[in-house]
């Protein structure tokens, strides 16, 4: 017997399985909840609620193929072949982030990307409010210390919403010594 969830923009076909409120209230909402994976999003009340939405809050996903392992928090952008990989602020061709990744990716893995929103489990002690960027030194790592070395690319990510949570607003690449991208 096949399930109907009636929601502002329409039925959503669930098999044999169903959604209940106290699932998305104890972040149970998986992929075996849903089914075979075929539906990657469930909107409710017009927001989009991803896994990752439902642990940090409420954010903007876009779902990506990627090219390389990527492990949750990393700032990410699009290669050539429209596959996203870790960027790293001292290489321009790494570059620009299109946010950060909502969960962990293997390589081939379909995965979701935070373009905007809230993402926890980082540490910025200290540096609360503070503008946060893609790290020079390390690929995917975002760094509350902007890069500063001559050649070296500086975008914002977001900001330090708090200790251990980034707001993520992703900014124009400048490049420390030379031209704005």
């Known amino acids: 017997m096949r399930k109907k969830i009636i929601h502002p923009i329409g039925p959503l076909e669930l098999g044999d399985l169903s959604i209940q409120a ?30 990752s939405s439902i642990a940090y809050g409420t954010q903007r996903q876009l779902q990506f193929t990627s090219a390389d392992t990527i492990a949750i928090r990393d700032a990410v952008y699009i290669g050539s072949a429209g596959t996203v990989l870790r960027a790293q602020a001292n290489a321009s061709g790494t570059m620009p982030t299109v946010g950060v ?37 390390t690929a995917g790592l975002v760094t509350p210390i902007p890069p500063g070395a001559s050649g070296q690319i500086v975008q914002v990510v977001g900001k330090a919403y708090n200790v251990s949570t980034l707001l993520i607003q992703v900014g124009t690449m400048l490049q420390v010594g030379g031209a704005q991208y």
């Not at 909502?102 to 503070?130: D, Q």
């Open 101 to 137: 990744a909502a969960e962990a990716m293997a390589s081939g893995a379909i995965g979701a990307v935070a373009a905007a929103g809230l993402v926890s489990g980082y540490n910025f002690s200290g540096y609360v409010g503070r503008e946060v960027y893609v790290s020079p030194a």
């Open 22 to 51: 106290a699932d998305i209230a104890a972040e149970a909402v998986t992929v075996d909840k849903i089914g075979t994976g075929a539906v990657t999003n469930v909107k409710i009340a017009a927001r989009e609620v991803g896994a």
